[in-house]
């Protein structure tokens, strides 16, 4: 069974501080490595996407991976109260199937 | 701005019903999802598709879910006989994929759908 794990949460983090999100992957042939944030009765959004070890910035948003272990992670800097939301890690293996964790709820008090 | 679209958007429909959803992808895009959502569940690949073939339906209940891409422009998703047990949100996606390597998934804003 491939999969993907993520911490729940919640993960509280105050308003300007650093939120950590972290996931891992069982499937070794995974390829593409995704994050994506969904507010409370919407939709997921994409945030990112990663392809290669090391880091990945867009903006605040900086995704990491690291393929021997199995590891991928998104770092919110500066997060703001308009950044809760669950946020949902993805890895897209081999025949383009897309498995989902089940996500992580985080909270960013003001 | 490019958007995927559902339709419904909610649904409620009787047990022993029939239920077709429909979703527009992005113009350009080769890849199409059906996901289910639950609370319990979370999100749940039903099946895919890339350039309108079927890649999996795996994670659908073959006697009574069905999906289909008839063109370019939609994709359906049917449930028949409907049982309160399929009752979640419905969330199509499309995405562009090359090679091996995809650039993620456009997710429309879903069906919710309540089976009494």
């Known amino acids: 069974q491939k999969e993907v794990e993520q911490n729940s949460g919640p993960l509280s983090v105050p308003e300007g501080a650093i939120a950590s999100l972290n996931c891992t992957y069982s499937d070794r042939g995974s390829q593409s490595f995704f994050w994506y944030r969904q507010y409370s009765g919407k939709s997921p959004e994409l945030i990112m996407f990663?392809?290669?070890?090391g880091d990945k910035e867009d903006g605040r948003f900086t995704a990491q991976l690291n393929k021997a272990s199995q590891y991928v992670s998104l770092l919110i800097r500066d997060s703001q109260p308009s950044d809760s939301a669950t946020y949902l890690c993805?890895?897209?293996?081999?025949?383009?199937?897309?498995?989902f964790g089940a996500g992580t709820r985080l909270f960013v008090k003001a | 701005d490019a958007r995927v679209t559902q339709t419904p958007r909610h649904k409620v429909t009787e047990m022993g019903q029939e239920v077709t959803m429909r979703c527009q992808p992005i113009?350009?895009?080769?890849?199409v999802f059906w996901y289910r959502q639950t609370m319990m569940q979370g999100l749940e690949l039903l099946a895919y598709?890339?350039?309108?073939?079927?890649?999996?339906d795996s994670g659908m209940p073959k006697d009574r879910f069905s999906a289909e891409m008839p063109d370019a422009t939609l994709a359906t998703l049917k449930i028949q006989p409907s049982e309160p047990r399929d009752s979640a949100v419905y969330f199509c996606a499309s995405g562009l994929v090359s090679g091996s390597l995809g650039t993620g998934q456009y997710f429309g804003p879903g069906t919710r759908l309540t089976v009494t």
């Open positions: 990663i392809y290669s070890n």
């Open positions: 598709f890339r350039n309108r073939a079927p890649l999996d």
């Open positions: 993805a890895a897209h293996t081999g025949g383009f199937k897309t498995i």
């Open positions: 113009l350009g895009h080769n890849t």
